[in-house]
Nanobody, 126 residues
Framework: VQLAESGGDLVQAGGSLRISCTGS????????MSWFRHVPGKERVFVAG????????FYADPVEGRFTISGDDDGRHLYLQMTDLRPEDAAIYTC????????????????????WGQGTQVSVSS
């Protein structure tokens, strides 16, 4: 399984952006797909995740109500729609896939995921 993100950009505070993750290979083995983010020198933190074929989604508190995760249940595509972007949302966003149906708190833990993309940069100007 390979994951590749795209769509990162520079946006103004208050603006919106949708980023994508495209999966290739045996993506059907992925039961949970999520987005993490980090800034250089800091750890990746969970942003949002969804369980395939269930429609269950989970969000970190800082993005609840502003970000929406969606995607294909076969793991081919994962999206993150971001609205009302703030300077503190600026980060490298990375998608991750797990071969298990995860819920809190496991869904927020980096160690729960076996597959990672390279990341896409989202910058927010104030």
């Amino acid at each position: 399984v390979q994951l590749a993100e795209s769509g990162g950009d520079l946006v103004q505070a208050g603006g919106s952006l949708r980023i994508s993750c495209t999966g290739s290979g045996a993506t059907y083995i992925l039961d949970t797909m999520s987005w993490f983010r980090h800034v250089p020198g800091k750890e990746r933190v969970f942003v949002a995740g969804r369980r395939n074929f269930e429609g269950s989604s989970f969000y970190a508190d800082p993005v609840e109500g502003r970000f929406t995760i969606s995607g294909d249940d076969d793991g081919r595509h994962l999206y993150l729609q971001m609205t009302d972007l703030r300077p503190e949302d600026a980060a490298i966003y990375t998608c991750a896939g797990a071969m298990a149906k995860l819920g809190p708190p496991q869904i927020t833990r980096r160690g729960s995921y076996s597959f990672w993309g390279q990341g896409t940069q989202v910058s927010v100007s104030s």
